[in-house]
């Protein structure tokens, strides 16, 4: 019933590429962060900067009192009316969601857009217990059909074009589906309207809870949120517990970077805000009111000091936008529900290294990630700290790199770090790569070092730097005598190696 992968391989992942995706992809991204460039210059870089700050303070103040804050949503949101359920994992969040449907005769379920119930699988285990579940949000609705999960936080189907889509249309709804977006709209929107008017539960995702006033806050593109969250009698909402935020003081700062960051406008289309369910004097809205808090993996998160700030996140998708990996492959090759640089820290602490220890290593470094995120989560920073978990281990997790890795990296330590054996590699590397090389490049290595070449070609080994430091300027690094010294030690230590070998070899004859 869990989607949570058993194993993450990026780099497999990566072959399956489509063609046709980054082009899309990149299509989408560019705008967003034209989008957003614009309006940084209109709002000033320099209080923009500020603005982060201040964003940055007021989710780190939140995170590291999550006791204090959530205490007081629950009173908050049990005062206005409506009901707290705290889910530990996956497993629980799912039984308290049945119960509910239960206890309501629930058949349809409408659904506006929530990650956190993709982590969790929500819609299969409902749709096992025989509850038909329809994502509502446009891109959602598009990847229900397709099958397959949200390769973007924010724009689901951003890998799909319109042609796939009309043919999507064509195949699943069997109607005469044009590849022009206005008209794909049209076709989702009758179908879907006819759905929130019969369905007996909504649920949602909260971008933002605030805990003074026990307000769940949605922000959406589309009205589905609202229709979600007001036409079915009983309202589920469900948020990572890492989505409180102090006060509406907190939420008013929030809003304005979530916005800008995320699709480029000053505010989003629709800002709902909803606490608890309908009251006495009050026309619409539903006449119960849910609000399921999920761990999940998330107070394990807490106890690093370093990749603690991976909860700052406010899921607004820029540090996907900005990322040439995702760019260039797309959100599924990250295995999971959280894609790009959040998915490549959130997915190995989620779900633990053992099972995504590819992604860490998914990113370039380059650093545009950590610059554009509008709550400064240091994500470079968080990388480096994952890759270190999984080679060597820390107080979270044990390594879980392969041996061969483990060991290839201390070799890499005792070969750099000691100078005759260091001269060796660059008299030896020349001789065995001659077989591999095709000019400047090795496009193919043998087992394990396949796992590279699967996606790039390794440059060939050039030339000892020191010789080229010597021929470039003139100034030898190694004086002569020294390197002499080094070559006669290098040749009387594989002499003496022979010889020791060719002993053993002849006293075990002679036994
Ligand atoms: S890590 Fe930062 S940039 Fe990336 S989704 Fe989260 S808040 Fe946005």
Excluded at 81 to 99: F, M, N, P, S, Y
């Amino acid at each position: 019933m869990s989607n949570a992968p058993t194993h993450i391989d990026f780099r497999a992942n990566v072959q399956h590429v489509p063609p046709q995706m980054p082009p899309s992809v990149q299509k989408a991204t560019t705008k967003f962060l034209g989008n957003r460039a614009g309006l940084v210059e209109l709002f000033g870089p320099d209080k923009w900067e500020v603005l982060r700050q201040a964003g940055h303070e007021i989710r780190l103040q939140a995170i590291n009192h999550l006791d204090h804050y959530l205490a007081q949503l629950e009173a908050q949101v049990t005062r206005a009316g409506g009901q707290v359920h705290w889910a530990r994992d996956a497993a629980e969040a799912r039984v308290i969601v049945l119960r509910i449907a239960r206890e309501h005769n629930v058949k349809r379920v409408v659904k506006a857009k929530s990650m956190a119930t993709e982590e969790i699988n929500l819609n299969h285990a409902l749709e096992e217990a025989g509850i038909q579940t329809l994502e509502t949000d446009l891109g959602e609705y598009i990847v229900q059909l397709a099958g397959e999960m949200p390769s973007h936080i924010i724009v689901p189907a951003v890998h799909l074009t319109k042609e796939g889509i009309a043919d999507l249309f064509r195949e699943k709804l069997g109607v005469d589906a044009p590849a022009e977006p206005t008209a794909l709209t049209a076709i989702a929107r009758a179908r879907l309207r006819e759905e929130f008017l019969a369905a007996e539960m909504g649920l949602s995702g909260a971008n933002f809870m605030v805990a003074e006033t026990g307000t769940i806050v949605l922000v959406t593109t589309e009205g589905n949120g609202r229709m979600c969250t007001t036409l079915p009698p009983v309202h589920v909402a469900f948020a990572g517990i890492d989505t409180v935020v102090p006060d509406l003081h907190s939420l008013s700062v929030l809003l304005k970077l979530l916005a800008r960051s995320a699709t480029g406008q000053k505010i989003s289309t629709y800002t709902s805000f909803i606490r608890g369910p309908r009251q006495t004097a009050e026309e619409n809205g539903p006449q119960e009111f849910h609000l399921i808090l999920l761990d999940n993996g998330r107070t394990r998160i807490l106890q690093d000091e370093v990749t603690r700030e991976t909860l700052l996140c406010i899921r607004c998708g820029a540090c996907l936008n900005v990322c040439p990996v995702y760019n260039n492959v797309g959100g599924h090759a990250y295995g999971w529900v959280y894609s790009g640089p959040i998915g490549s820290i959130l997915s190995p602490q989620l779900l633990g290294t053992a099972v995504a220890a590819d992604l860490p290593f998914a990113s370039s470094l380059c650093g545009a990630c950590g610059d554009v995120c509008p709550v400064k989560i240091p994500i470079p920073k968080i990388l480096l700290h994952l890759r270190h978990r999984v080679v060597e281990g820390d107080q979270v997790e044990s390594a879980t790199a392969s041996q061969i890795i483990q060991a290839g990296v201390n070799a890499g330590t005792v070969a750099f770090g000691t100078p005759w054996l260091y001269q060796l590699g660059t008299l030896l590397l020349p001789l065995i790569q001659k077989p591999l090389q095709r000019g400047e490049w090795l496009p193919k290595l043998p087992p394990p070092f396949d796992r590279w070449t699967m996606v790039r070609p390794f440059p060939a080994f050039g030339a000892d730097f020191r010789a080229w430091w010597n021929k470039r300027t003139g100034r030898p690094l190694t004086p002569k005598w020294m390197r002499n010294a080094a070559i006669i030690a290098i040749t009387v230590e594989v002499v003496l190696a022979l010889a020791w070998l060719l002993t053993r070899r002849r006293g075990g004859r002679r036994r």
